[in-house]
């Protein structure tokens, strides 16, 4: 069990610690959501041991003949709703659902994550040093851990914290957060632009001078 005064830590580590195919992949993570850069992959190692446990106990429910009454049930129903709330999961979901989640989907629950995602930083980056600098709350409640994980009912509440000067839509800060986020303009500037009259000219012409099915046809030989 061990002495309470130094717990166990509630993640696994990977099992072979230099594989290049695992080391790429939670090195684009560690990207992607912004983690730190010293000590990041910890973060992922803990969402992946949770994502672990969660299929374990899926598959472990799955794999009983009668899950519709009993202990059973219950536990599936508990499992299912935890996952809802935590926002993993939609409505009228299943055990079989809870195979699809991926460790991005958990990593995405991050308060870190969701800063950036409800339009409250202009990068992950700015996400987590405006949570640890104690700008962002959960109503009146002051955030300043990253990995904090946002459930549904709190999802509605994330905003600054009101002791915050970003609470100013002023702010040089809140400006540049707006001009970033109205320059992401998807789908202007993207589209293809239409074909000149030289390039379709130039098709035509290599459409005519293309082989038929006859000319490929093998003499003796079946098409």
Not at 28 to 55: H, N, P
Not at 97 to 120: A, F, K
């Amino acid at each position: 069990m061990g002495h309470p005064k130094f717990a166990r830590p509630k993640y696994d580590t990977p099992t072979h610690p230099w594989k290049k195919g695992r080391i790429e992949e939670e090195h684009a993570l560690k990207e992607q959501f912004g983690l730190k850069i010293v000590g990041g992959m910890k973060e992922i190692w803990k969402a992946k041991s949770k994502l672990r446990r969660w299929r374990q106990n899926a598959m472990k429910l799955i794999g009983r003949v009668d899950t519709s009454d009993g202990h059973f049930s219950r536990e599936k129903d508990d499992l299912v709703e935890s996952l809802y709330r935590r926002g993993l999961l939609g409505d009228g979901a299943s055990l079989d659902d809870i195979l699809q989640i991926s460790v991005e989907h958990v990593l995405s629950r991050r308060l870190q994550s969701q800063v950036y995602y409800r339009g409250l930083a202009s990068s992950m980056r700015q996400a987590r040093q405006l949570v640890v600098h104690g700008h962002i709350g959960l109503g009146d409640q002051k955030m300043t851990v990253p990995s904090y994980i946002i459930i549904r009912d709190d999802e509605s509440i994330l905003t600054y914290h009101h002791t915050s000067p970003l609470t100013d839509s002023g702010h040089p800060i809140r400006v540049e957060i707006e001009e970033t986020r109205a320059a992401a303009e998807y789908g202007e500037g993207e589209q293809d632009a239409a074909p000149s009259e030289e390039y379709v000219a130039g098709v035509a012409e290599a459409a005519e001078s293309a082989p038929t099915a006859e000319d490929t046809n093998v003499e003796g030989g079946e098409a």
